[in-house]
């Protein structure tokens, strides 16, 4: 966007002139799943307004997204906004800023979207306190590839950040990572909407169109700089970590090629998803997904169903294990089903993936949040006062404990007031069994999951007492098994649908009768051997609500 601003550097009030400023402004998401598209939009700027409410003060998004611009080397603008609110209490956000970021509270903005009031400080705010770009437009032009998506009119548009140099319209570029040129057909900035410009200069944000054919080609993090010029490539991002996998299959088998040609095009413009092909003997064919966090699988599949009209069954969500065989090899493992069973591979050492989680809550629901933590298999790491109202936790936890349902446990206990945050941390070891699912003595493959041992038998007898709901009772009998090994640990039979036999006697011998029912039992049997149990949809749904 365009802003006029008066500058007066000699301090002389006649002097005062207006200049117009350029200024490209990103909104990040404020959840944890896409904290990987934050680290991205923060490489292309030179500042931040960190905006704070006013009433619910310091959240741990907060806390993650200060420490992500000040790792970035940003100047930091502090805005606490929602003013207007009765319970606000800006001295007492001023004081958690100073506490926890060491931020000086007269630099704080303080301002309510809702009114108007203070809005207008925090433009100038940006131009005077925020350092212009430092590239060189005398240098050999170097881009920084921020994002891309697909267009089906014009090919895969580029939003790049010009470091060095400038760019112009007709020239030749080329990809630092894959050595591939294109002719740049069309570049602008966004104002917010496309619009051309033919150039860009240093220190400019905005997109080009180079006639790629798909954004595989556009890798996000890339450095694209004219041809047969010689530069040095700038550090880029890292690869995007996928903290969950899904299986994702089709609802009907027959719409395997309607499902593919959705998700290739849904990934053009989300290219974080991974996408691996895979079968299963339960569901047929499918794709085995990775995505950043449950949110973000959330977002995709609702998508694929609201743009697509694709009807989906979704296994349930797993995080990636690490396993070590008894002859020294190890594995990792992303989909449960993958994990050998068999009797002479013994599983010597099992590891998982843990995450460093803050929670900040008000201090009266400190009791409840940690046992909810130490049932999720939580590791206390801090503990500490915010100010007299709200704590501070950390704690390490398995992924596989969170990725679920915890933060709606933990929103429930603390009537809606804490804030959960967390990130990455290393593998530990961990006593881990496969749970297999069993039907008339047949594994499902979709429904295996990967468990602590200690919680196998009770998430083995919630998972069978679903199932046994959802299930349709057929013309045999069906036994729903849950299985660590050969070791059946849950079971539920679900009786057969039965034809009353004896209705036309209505006397005679007792054999007779003897006769028909043991008629009807043989037949019973044989259609066990041969029928085969339908898994309605519902079922893998109820599979994600157990813990």
């Known amino acids: 966007m365009f802003f006029n601003h008066s500058t007066n550097a000699s301090g002389n009030i006649m002097e005062a002139c207006s200049q117009k400023f350029l200024l490209n402004l990103i909104d990040t998401p404020g959840h944890v799943d896409f904290n990987y598209e934050v680290s991205r939009s923060l490489a292309a700027c030179q500042g931040v307004l960190l905006v704070v409410d006013a009433a619910q003060g310091v959240q741990a998004q907060t806390v993650a997204n200060f420490y992500l611009a000040f790792e970035a080397n940003l100047a930091i603008i502090p805005v606490i906004n929602k003013i207007d609110q009765p319970t606000a209490d800006p001295d007492r956000v001023k004081a958690q800023l100073k506490s926890l970021f060491d931020l000086d509270p007269q630099d704080a903005i303080l301002t309510s979207a809702k009114t108007g009031q203070g809005l207008e400080h925090v433009l100038p705010a940006v131009i005077e306190r925020i350092p212009p770009p430092k590239g060189l437009i005398s240098s050999p032009l170097r881009m920084l590839l921020l994002d891309s998506y697909y267009d089906e009119y014009r090919g895969v548009i580029c939003h790049v950040a010009v470091i060095d140099g ?288 200690l919680k196998a038998q009770r998430i083995g007898r919630e998972l069978v007492d679903k199932l046994k709901k959802f299930i349709d009772r057929q013309m045999f009998e069906i036994s729903i098994q849950a299985a660590i090994g050969s070791k059946i640990v849950a079971r539920e039979t679900l009786s057969a649908l039965r034809k009353n036999v004896l209705a036309k006697c209505y006397g005679g011998d007792v054999s007779r009768k003897r006769k028909l029912l043991e008629k009807q039992k043989e037949g019973k049997k044989r259609m066990k051997r041969v029928g085969s149990v339908d898994i309605p949809q519902e079922a893998f749904h109820q599979l994600l609500k157990v813990s």
Request: include cysteine; glycine fraction near 8%.
């Open 166 to 453: 400038a760019l112009r319209k007709g020239e030749k570029i080329a990809s630092a990572a894959t050595g591939q040129s294109y002719e740049i057909m069309d570049a602008g900035i966004l104002h917010p909407e496309l619009t051309p410009t033919g150039m860009l200069l240093t220190g400019q944000v905005g997109y080009v169109v180079s006639g790629m054919r798909s954004t595989k080609e556009a890798r996000v993090g890339d450095t694209l700089h004219h041809v047969r010029s010689v530069i040095q490539p700038l550090p880029g991002f890292k690869a995007a970590k996928h903290m969950v996998f899904a299986g994702v299959y089709p609802a009907d088998g027959s719409d395997f090629d309607d499902l593919n040609n959705a998700i290739e095009k849904l990934t053009c413009n989300d290219a974080s998803v991974l996408v691996a092909r895979e079968s299963s003997g339960a569901l047929g064919l499918g794709f085995r997904c990775g995505f950043l966090g449950l949110l973000h699988m959330d977002v995709f599949l609702q998508r694929l169903e609201q743009e697509y009209g694709a009807q989906v069954i979704t296994t349930t969500p797993t995080v990636p294990y690490i396993f070590e065989y008894s002859d020294g090899s190890k594995v990792t493992v992303q989909n449960p089903a993958a994990l050998s069973s068999n009797p002479g591979q013994r599983v010597t050492a099992c590891w998982e993936p843990t995450v460093i989680a803050t929670i900040i809550l008000p201090s009266e629901y400190v009791g409840s949040v940690i046992t909810l933590c130490s049932e999720r298999r939580g590791e206390q790491l801090e503990y500490s006062f915010i100010d007299s109202q709200r704590a501070l936790l950390k704690y390490r936890m398995p992924l596989r404990e969170i990725v679920v349902d915890f933060y709606n446990e933990l929103k429930s206990l603390t009537s809606g007031y804490a804030s959960f945050d967390y990130e990455d941390s290393e593998y530990q070891i961990s006593d881990l069994v496969k749970l297999d699912i069993l039907l008339n003595g047949q594994q499902v493959d979709a429904m295996a999951t990967i468990v602590h041992n």
